[in-house]
């Protein structure tokens, strides 16, 4: 019983892992330079692109997510988020939080 516990556990830990990564805004303001041409220099948007600044961490990373799977579909961005690790995605969430709307 005490080792289908464990098991448990470290399924939860597995899956809740890449989820939980904690981004660095710096590293994630590199990596925006992709970004650049259609949400801003500053995430401030693009038009028709949305801005990107000061939004959660959280609702980027769905974003994002969304478009990897194709449950959103845009094929640029298909293409720019498909690459991306779950670190990237991470980073580029808290460097965009970190802006002022």
């Given amino acids: 019983m005490l080792n289908r516990a464990v098991i448990v556990i470290g399924l939860i830990a597995l899956a809740g892992g890449p989820a939980a990564a904690a981004g660095d805004p710096a590293a994630g303001k590199?990596?925006?330079?992709?970004c650049v041409g259609c949400h801003g220099a500053n995430g401030q948007g693009v038009p028709p692109n949305p801005p990107l600044a000061g939004m959660a961490e959280a609702q980027f990373i769905q974003a994002i997510d969304d478009y990897k799977t194709g449950k959103r579909n845009n094929a640029v961005m298909k293409a720019l988020s498909t690459p991306l690790s779950t670190q990237d995605i991470a980073n580029l969430a808290a460097y965009y939080a970190s802006l002022k709307k």
């Fill in 30 to 34: 590199t990596k925006a330079a992709a």
